[in-house]
Antibody, heavy 118, light 107 residues
């Protein structure tokens, strides 16, 4: 059974960079899209972008200038980096596996709360 | 970007009732629509993809319909465990976008 788990610091200072890792267990990440989605407290879902196991990416235009995604197939891990943080980036960040050929998300991590505060 | 508009924003219904949630896309997305259920404090869960295909393991009381710009999620015979917020998501084009959510409460 494939499982995804986000990890990273829960508190980051304004203007700094957030780094999150999504570790996949129970299966290989080959031929696999990992999406990053965030959700501010009490609000809706926002798609940040996705990365394929080969390293190709698609980013949301609203975040593209601040986002970098990467993959380490040897560790079965995907990573998200978000720069120049503000309080508006405070949210639960999810990684989610994309169901093949559908651009929908059939497996999600439990989420990682990131608070941007000094 | 394709805007997704859900209605209502919240609904309260009794166990056994049928609940209908609608989602409208700002442009034609064919059948590229998914529905998710998010229970409090949990990650979303995929219910429906391609507008009407039921994800494996999802109870058959959940169903989806629609195409182009107008879509519906129906919960037949509402159960207490269906307390959650439901989101639609267009999977037609980037950036992928979600509706604002519909909170389903049990009377």
């Amino acid at each position: 059974q494939v499982q995804l788990q986000e990890s990273g610091p829960g508190l980051v200072k304004p203007s700094e960079t957030l780094s999150l890792t999504c570790t996949v267990s129970g299966g290989s990440i080959d031929s696999y899209y990992c999406n990053w989605i965030r959700q501010p407290a009490g609000k809706g879902l926002e798609w940040i972008g996705r990365i394929y196991s080969s390293g190709s990416t698609n980013y949301s235009p609203s975040l593209k200038s601040r986002v970098t995604m990467s993959v380490d197939t040897s560790k079965n891990q995907f990573s998200l980096s978000l720069r120049s943080l503000t309080a508006a980036d405070t949210a639960v960040y999810y990684c989610a596996r994309e169901s093949v050929g559908t651009t929908t998300f059939d497996k999600w991590g439990q989420g990682s709360l990131v608070t941007v505060s000094s | 970007d394709i805007q997704m508009t859900q209605s209502p924003s919240s609904v309260s219904a009794s166990v056994g009732d049928t609940v209908t949630i609608t989602c409208r896309a700002s442009q034609d997305i064919s059948s590229w629509l998914a529905w998710y259920q998010q229970k409090p404090g949990k990650a979303p869960k995929l219910l429906i993809y391609a507008a009407s295909s039921l994800q494996s393991g999802v109870p058959s009381r959940f169903s989806g319909s629609g195409s182009t710009t107008d879509f519906t999620l129906t919960i037949s015979s509402l159960q207490p465990e269906d307390l959650a917020t439901y989101y639609c998501q267009q999977s037609n084009s980037f950036p992928l976008t979600f509706g604002g959510g519909t909170k389903v409460e049990i009377k």
